[in-house]
Antibody, heavy 120, light 107 residues
Framework: QVQLQESGPGLVKPSQTLSLTCTVS??????????WSWIRQHPGKGLEWIGY???????YYNPSLKSRVTISVDTSKNQFSLKLSSVTAADTAVYYC????????????WGQGTMVTVSS | EIVLTQSPATLSLSPGERATLSCRAS??????LAWYQQKPGQAPRLLIY???NRATGIPARFSGSGSGTDFTLTISSLEPEDFAVYYC?????????FGQGTKVEIK
């Protein structure tokens, strides 16, 4: 059974870069067929898709965040990562990683989420 | 960007009642629509994919319908564990967006 687990600092200072990693277990990113995404949820608010990566390294980002986002994949470690630069308090949120089967519409597996607070 | 508008914002119902949740897209998304359930402190759970297909392990009381711009999630008979927030989500032009959510609360 595939599981996703986010990891990274829970506290980031303003103007710095937020870095998170999603470790995939029970399945291989390099087997293909899935898009691997980052999604966030501001406290008490709705969900915002950040971007995705395919095992080949192709990416697509939310246009509203594109200038600050980088998503990368390390197939040898079965991980994919998120970097969000120049953070502000508005980036305080729970960050989730999630999987979507290519050709379908729906994230079928999610990590438990990790809270990231931007504060000095 | 396609905007998804969910209604109502809050639905107050009793166990055993039928729940009907709406999601309207600002332009056609074909059948590229999913529904999720989220409980406090938990990640969202996929209920419906491609507008009308139940995800693995989802009870038959959950059903999705619609295409184009108008979609509906129906819970035929509410169980106590169904009281939660529900989100719709679309993908179009390689951009994913979510609705603002409908809270189903106990009346």
């Amino acid at each position: 059974q595939v599981q996703l687990q986010e990891s990274g600092p829970g506290l980031v200072k303003p103007s710095q870069t937020l870095s998170l990693t999603c470790t995939v277990s029970g399945g291989s990113i390099s087997s293909g067929g899935y898009y691997w995404s980052w999604i966030r949820q501001h406290p008490g608010k709705g969900l915002e898709w950040i971007g995705y990566i395919y095992y080949s390294g192709s990416t697509y980002y939310n246009p509203s965040l594109k200038s600050r986002v980088t998503i990368s994949v390390d197939t040898s470690k079965n991980q994919f990562s998120l970097k969000l630069s120049s953070v502000t308090a508005a980036d305080t949120a729970v960050y989730y990683c999630a999987r979507e089967l290519a050709g379908t519409m729906g994230f079928d597996i999610w990590g438990q989420g990790t809270m990231v607070t931007v504060s000095s | 960007e396609i905007v998804l508008t969910q209604s109502p914002a809050t639905l107050s119902l009793s166990p055993g009642e039928r729940a009907t949740l709406s999601c309207r897209a600002s332009q056609s998304v074909s059948s590229y629509l999913a529904w999720y359930q989220q409980k406090p402190g938990q990640a969202p759970r996929l209920l419906i994919y491609d507008a009308s297909n139940r995800a693995t392990g989802i009870p038959a009381r959950f059903s999705g319908s619609g295409s184009g711009t108008d979609f509906t999630l129906t819970i035929s008979s509410l169980e106590p564990e169904d009281f939660a927030v529900y989100y719709c989500q679309q993908r179009s032009n390689w951009s994913w967006t979510f609705g603002q959510g409908t809270k189903v609360e106990i009346k």
